[in-house]
Each structure stands twice: as structure tokens, then as C-alpha cells.
């Protein structure tokens, strides 16, 4: 199977959020709250056309899509919210592509990514939800991240969720 990651082209935008619904709709029946709240197609709209959205193909079919933005991120402590880094969000692969290691290798091509642009790392946030404890933070753990931090995110919905901070260090380019 040839899989490429691309930047996200607009006129897949909706495609790509089809694939993050059903992704979520298929989590939820598993009892795994990876995501809080449901994204809009506006937001992949921004972030498709911020370049920071990426399209997953296998064999040419839109496979899945990740966001890879240089960002703050305001709830973890006065180091990470102040300074710039390369998250990782919104990891998904449509099911019709499951274990074919689309999701691995999604995250190799977005360690890549990040080197080539001079980056050193790569960040990521997790739902550490305590009905299927460490099956996100553990899927990351064994694709070489490493936990930073664990704390309770309370959202302004008022909202409150066990979240878990990650880190890949990458070699130098």
C-alpha cells in the first residue's frame, strides 16, 4: 500500500471532517473521550487553510487527516503556554483503513514534517480518561513519546478532564 501525507487540499475538507466524525462517532461507542467536544468544518477549514492540516492517502484515497500547527497551547503551566511549539492534533484514519498502520506511519511523516521545518519536537495532548485508562497515552508511548505532564484541564464550559502532555524528541535534521 503507497501512503503519502499532503497538505489537506480545500475541496477535502469535507471529506476529511466526514472521516473525523466518524472517527469520533466510532470512539464514543467504545467509551474513549479522545476529544471533548466535536469540531465544526469551519475549524478544519481554518486550519486547512492556516497549512496546517494534513491528508492521509493510501493508495491515492483520502485516508485520514492530522493537524500539525506551531502553537501555544494556554492550559499547561507558564512554560508551555508561552512558548511556540509543534503539536500534533486530530490524529484520524477512516476505519476502512484500520490496522493497516496508517496511524504510525501518519506519525513518522509528522515527526518528519517537523524536522524539516527545524523543529525538535513534537507535542501532543490526550484525554487520559479513567474508563480506558492509558489507551491513548499508552498508543503514543509506544510510538516514542513521553509523558511531560498530567493534570486536570477545567475547559471555560467549566468542564474538567484528566489530560496527559507529550513529547517526541527528534534528532537533529
Not at 475541496?11 to 467536544?37: C, E, M, P
Not at 492540516?53 to 512554560?79: R, S
Not at 523543529?119 to 510510538?143: F, K, T
Request: with cysteine.
Amino acid at each position: 500500500m503507497q501512503v503519502a501525507l499532503t497538505p489537506l487540499a480545500a475541496q477535502d475538507v469535507s471529506a476529511a471532517h466526514a472521516i473525523y466524525n466518524r472517527t469520533f462517532d466510532w470512539l464514543t461507542t467504545k467509551g474513549v473521550r479522545q476529544w471533548l467536544l466535536r469540531l465544526d468544518e469551519a475549524t478544519f477549514g481554518k486550519r486547512q487553510a492556516a497549512g496546517e492540516a494534513i491528508a492521509i492517502h493510501a493508495d491515492g484515497e483520502l485516508a485520514g487527516c492530522v493537524f500539525v500547527p506551531f502553537e501555544t497551547i494556554a492550559y499547561y503551566g507558564d512554560e508551555l503556554k508561552t512558548a511556540r511549539r509543534w503539536w500534533m492534533h486530530t490524529l484520524v484514519v477512516d476505519r476502512a483503513f484500520a490496522g493497516l498502520g496508517l496511524g504510525e506511519r501518519a506519525v513518522a511523516a509528522v515527526c518528519d514534517l517537523v524536522s524539516e521545518r527545524g523543529g525538535d519536537s513534537v507535542w501532543l495532548h490526550c484525554v487520559n480518561d479513567a474508563s480506558h485508562a492509558e489507551v491513548i497515552p499508552g498508543y503514543y508511548a509506544r510510538l516514542g513519546f513521553d509523558e511531560v505532564m498530567r493534570t486536570d484541564v477545567t475547559y471555560p464550559s467549566g468542564n474538567s478532564f484528566p489530560m496527559v502532555v507529550m513529547r517526541k524528541s527528534l534528532p537533529p535534521a
